[in-house]
Nanobody
């Protein structure tokens, strides 16, 4: 089981980034997926989540209207599933390490304890 997040980098305030999370090793098409972030010296916080079907999404208040979570599940014969976090209108307060996670229950959820698998993080730095 592997979750591999990528797409982080340095962006100016007001800019955009799209983070990707590649999930492999299980049938992640039945899992809900979430994005969390942790800024330096702060606790990990929820950003966005998407249900197994893609029909339900949840966003943190700080992400609403700026972030969009989506998924692109591979066919059953494949073993890599992709989840994305499109982030627009970024501010320095969005600077953090972003993590993707997977929940076997399949429902979108903001609670980190609901997630069974976690990937390594990708650093997003918003600065001029």
């Amino acid at each position: 089981v592997q979750l591999q997040a990528s797409g982080g980098g340095l962006v100016q305030p007001g800019g955009s980034l799209r983070l990707s999370c590649a999930a492999s090793g299980r049938r992640f098409s039945m899992y809900s997926m979430g994005w969390f972030r942790q800024a330096l010296g702060k606790d990990r916080e929820f950003a966005a989540s998407i249900s197994w079907s893609g029909g339900s999404t949840i966003y943190a208040d700080s992400a609403k209207g700026r972030f969009t979570v989506s998924r692109d599940d591979a066919k059953d014969t494949d073993v890599v599933y992709m989840v994305y976090l499109q982030m627009n209108d970024l501010t320095p307060e969005d600077t953090a390490v972003y993590y993707c996670a997977a929940d076997r229950l399949g429902m979108a959820t903001p609670r980190p304890d609901d997630y069974d698998f976690w990937g390594q993080g990708t650093l997003v730095t918003v600065s001029s």
